[in-house]
T-cell receptor, first 115, second 115 residues
Framework: AQSVAQPEDQVNVAEGNPLTVKCTYS??????LFWYVQYPNRGLQFLLK????DNLVKGSYGFEAEFNKSQTSFHLKKPSALVSDSALYFC?????????????WGLGTSLAVNP | GAGVSQSPSNKVTEKGKDVELRCDPI?????LYWYRQSLGQGLEFLIY????????KSGLPSDRFSAERTGGSVSTLTIQRTQQEDSAVYLC?????????????FGPGTRLTVT
């Protein structure tokens, strides 16, 4: 069965420090991977995606994520965190196979960036 | 251009009443999704429409829930005989097509409270 795990409910980092939000997945076949962000009292916004090609993908607001096939991971990273990055982050995946086009979503990781 | 819109933004209803939630997707987007997000929880897939194909209803939690999409555009999610456990934020998303490579664009959600 397809699944996504975000092992950390909450991540705390100091402003200016690098941040990592972890995501691991389990799918049959090659995965399509996505990160979304939900700012307080706002809707979900797309950040970035991995479909194929370079394992390091760059997205909005200076975020990037690295696809690691051997570790089945797609961790979200940013070199220097901002207080405004504080939000809820969701990882999602679907398999590159079959007719099922639903995304499987992680439970989310709350990121708190402290000034 | 306009994003995904949802109405109402907030809905308070009494247990046992029926409610209708509306979603206007981005013009030209053929795929439309409904999700439910409970407080502090991840996204729960409800239903997925793709063009003229039969919808994927596999996520609907009970037969009290139904959805339709008229003319390939506006969608309505109906909950009959609401229960307190139906209280959640209901999110709608659309994408350019049903293919996996297109990211989903989310509306602001409808916060449903069943008293």
């Amino acid at each position: 069965a397809q699944s996504v795990a975000q092992p950390e409910d909450q991540v705390n980092v100091a402003e200016g420090n690098p941040l990592t939000v972890k995501c691991t997945y389990s799918v049959s076949g090659n995965p399509y991977l996505f990160w979304y962000v939900q700012y307080p009292n706002r809707g979900l916004q797309f950040l970035l995606k991995y479909i194929t090609g370079d394992n390091l993908v760059k997205g909005s607001y200076g975020f990037e994520a690295e696809f690691n096939k051997s570790q089945t991971s797609f961790h979200l990273k940013k070199p220097s965190a901002l207080v405004s990055d504080s939000a809820l982050y969701f990882c999602a995946v679907r398999a590159n196979a079959g007719n099922n086009r639903k995304l499987i979503w992680g439970l989310g990781t709350s990121l708190a960036v402290n000034p | 251009g306009a994003g995904v819109s949802q109405s109402p933004s907030n809905k308070v209803t009494e247990k046992g009443k029926d409610v209708e939630l509306r979603c206007d997707p981005i013009s030209g987007h053929t795929a439309l999704y409904w999700y439910r997000q409970s407080l502090g929880q991840g996204l729960e897939f409800l239903i997925y429409f793709q063009g003229n194909s039969a919808p994927d209803k596999s996520g609907l939690p009970s037969d009290r829930f139904s959805a339709e999409r008229t003319g390939g555009s506006v969608s309505t999610l109906t909950i009959q005989r609401t229960q307190q456990e139906d209280s959640a934020v209901y999110l709608c998303a659309s994408s350019q097509s049903g293919t996996e490579t297109y990211e989903q664009y989310f509306g602001p959600g409808t916060r449903l409270t069943v008293t």
